[in-house]
């Protein structure tokens, strides 16, 4: 595997489910973030992880919880959803530290909340 | 705090066209600019990039030069071709408020479509 990569791919959930959604950098790199992409709307940056500490929450609902294990993994922990949440849910990855922050995305995970 | 502004879309080309999407931004510092790309069902990915003012990126028949006087990032190709059709994002990165790492923050994007 190289670059970013995420799974599910595709996930649809209930309102009462709970559901992780993974992402893997194989770059090497100490920065994680997850985005969340709605249509018509910018990229929302939600969570900031640098060399496993998280350094940014954008106001995120506490029904996104965000876990960093190592610099290589990163984890969306879903529950109690609301339909407006569904959305195409970005991973990407950096080199912090070193100058202009140039971000490697992976796939995303398509959510749709029923 | 910093903005990224880029035209509305969609664009609608036909192959061999010229293609501009204006990209204007605000920024507090001295950001770097990039263009990244979305093909459709992927992630994004880097297309071009410049550091400094009048630096020009470019990369696949793209070009794009950072202009400090007016605070602009246009992108250009000269002749599109399908497998162009993609959405495009502007984005700026500059120190985060506590100027401990670097954000970006990207426009809403462009929807572009070439037709043979």
């Known amino acids: 595997e190289t670059g970013v990569t995420q799974t599910p791919r595709h996930l649809v959930m209930g309102m009462t489910n709970k559901k992780s959604l993974k992402c893997e950098q194989h770059?090497?790199?100490?920065?994680m973030y997850w985005y969340k992409q709605s249509a018509k709307k910018p990229l929302e940056l939600m969570f900031v992880y640098n060399f496993k500490e998280q350094t940014e929450n954008n106001s995120v609902p506490s029904r996104f919880s965000p876990e960093c294990p190592n610099s290589s993994h990163l984890f969306l922990h879903l529950h109690t959803l609301q339909p407006e949440d569904s959305a195409l849910y970005l991973c990407?990855?950096?080199?912090?530290?070193?100058?202009?922050?140039?971000?490697?995305f992976g796939p995303g995970t398509r959510l749709t909340v029923t | 705090g910093d903005s990224v502004t880029q035209m509305e879309g969609p664009v609608t080309l036909s192959e061999e066209a010229f293609l501009t999407i204006n990209c204007t931004y605000t920024a507090t510092g001295y950001p770097s600019l990039f263009w990244y790309v979305q093909y459709p069902g992927e992630g994004l990915q880097l297309l071009l990039k410049a550091t400094k003012a009048d630096d020009k990126g470019s990369n696949k028949g793209f070009e794009a030069t950072y202009r400090k006087e007016t605070t602009s990032f246009h992108l250009e190709k000269g002749s599109v071709q399908v497998s162009d059709s993609a959405v495009y994002f502007c984005a700026l990165s500059d120190l985060n408020s506590g100027g401990s790492n670097y954000k970006l923050t990207f426009g809403k994007g462009t929807l572009l479509t070439v037709n043979p």
């Open positions: 770059l090497g790199h100490n920065a």
């Open positions: 990407a990855s950096s080199q912090p530290n070193t100058g202009p922050d140039e971000q490697y």
